[in-house]
């Protein structure tokens, strides 16, 4: 374990709020700014150079928006993949959905405090999703149709009978506590066998993960 700062990148076309952020993130002491994009491309050029932890992501900018920049920061073809929090005023299930689609770890409203921006970014830094569970149980279960396939692929089988247990409740909403009071187990041993999970079937945080159950029909829309 590592004592270094999260390294931010921080996405936003307006200066302001791009200031904001900067402000905001580089007074925290386990967090350093390490760079600014003011579109899409600056974006792509910041994060293949930087190498940050996080990206704060921005969706309505110029050249680029950010789900597309999204999409080659964070999703699979990404040569050094980084988590990405998208933070924008729109509250639209579309743009959650297309957003985790394409690699997002989280998503967050501009009109939120700035102590959920901090504590966002520190949430997927260390591989948990930052959507409350209600949001992740009706937007996945809505568009399940459109990301599982039929049948169920091989990847689960590699999973115990606890931990399959686990990822049913994952892709429920259920936080880790939830989880431990529904198992009768202790949170760390939850802790435990989500990062057993994530590691596994190699997926980045809790998101992929809900997404995977999904697309696997170990869990329905129903």
């Given at each position: 374990?590592t004592d270094r700062p999260i390294r931010v990148l921080v996405c936003e076309d ?108 520190r949430t997927i830094a260390r591989g948990d999703s930052l959507l409350p569970p ?63 999970i994530l590691t596994k079937l190699n997926l980045r945080d809790r998101v992929q ?14």
């Open positions: 374990m307006q200066e302001l709020i791009r200031a904001g952020y900067v402000t905001v993130l580089g007074a925290q002491p386990d967090l350093e700014v390490v760079g600014e994009a003011a579109n899409g491309h600056e974006a792509l050029a910041q994060a293949e150079r930087l190498n940050p932890d996080v990206v704060v992501m921005d969706i309505e900018m110029p050249l680029l928006n950010g789900i597309e920049a999204t999409r080659r920061i964070a999703g699979p073809e990404a040569a050094n993949p980084a988590k990405v929090l998208v933070v924008t005023t729109f509250n639209v299930d579309q743009y959650v959905y297309d957003a985790l689609r394409a690699g997002a770890s989280g998503f967050l409203l501009k009109d939120a405090p700035l102590s959920e921006l901090i504590d966002g970014v209600a949001v992740t149980r009706t937007l996945i279960g809505r568009y399940a149709d459109r990301i599982r396939p039929a049948g169920t692929p091989a990847p689960l089988d590699g999973l115990a009978r606890r931990e399959l247990e686990v990822l049913r409740l994952i892709a429920g909403g259920l936080s880790n506590a939830e989880i431990a009071t529904e198992l009768v187990l202790s949170v760390e041993t939850v802790k435990t066998y989500v990062s057993r993960a809900v997404v995977l159950a999904y697309r696997t029909g170990l869990v329905s829309a129903e």
